[in-house]
């Protein structure tokens, strides 16, 4: 059974930093495509940042380049999103995928429960 777990999630004043971390199990973390989405409030998923299976290639979002970094440890299948310069419009409910190709941007598999980021003074 794919399990994805996500955690690190926080209140975190505006300007500051958070790491969230997804751990997976189930399959083989290392060939397969991950990424982060999120849910703000009242609004739909948005794709933040991926990253690939084998050749590890990351995509972010434009509203995060610069401050986000989406990585990935195969040995541990655990995927992160280290979040640096956190804006008000960061916050959200953040979920972990799996794709269902090497690709990140595939239509995902699985997506975990979510950790939620809050970004306040």
């Known amino acids: 059974e794919v399990q994805l777990v996500e955690s690190g999630g926080g209140l975190v004043q505006p300007g500051g930093s958070l790491e969230l971390s997804c751990a997976a199990s189930?399959?083989?973390?290392?060939?397969?495509?991950m990424s982060w989405v999120r849910q703000a409030p009242g609004k739909g998923l948005e794709s933040v940042s991926g990253?690939?299976?084998?050749?590890?290639?990351?995509t972010y979002a434009d509203s995060v380049k610069g401050r986000f970094t989406i990585y990935r440890d195969n040995t541990k299948s655990t995927l992160y999103l280290h979040m640096n310069h956190l804006e008000p419009e960061g916050a959200g409910v953040y979920y972990c995928?799996?794709?269902?190709?090497?690709?990140?941007?595939?239509?995902?598999?699985?997506r975990g429960q979510g950790t939620q980021v809050t970004v306040s003074s």
């Open positions: 189930g399959f083989t973390f290392s060939i397969y495509g």
């Open positions: 995928t799996n794709s269902s190709k090497a690709n990140w941007d595939a239509p995902y598999a699985c």
């Open positions: 990253v690939n299976g084998g050749n590890g290639r990351a």
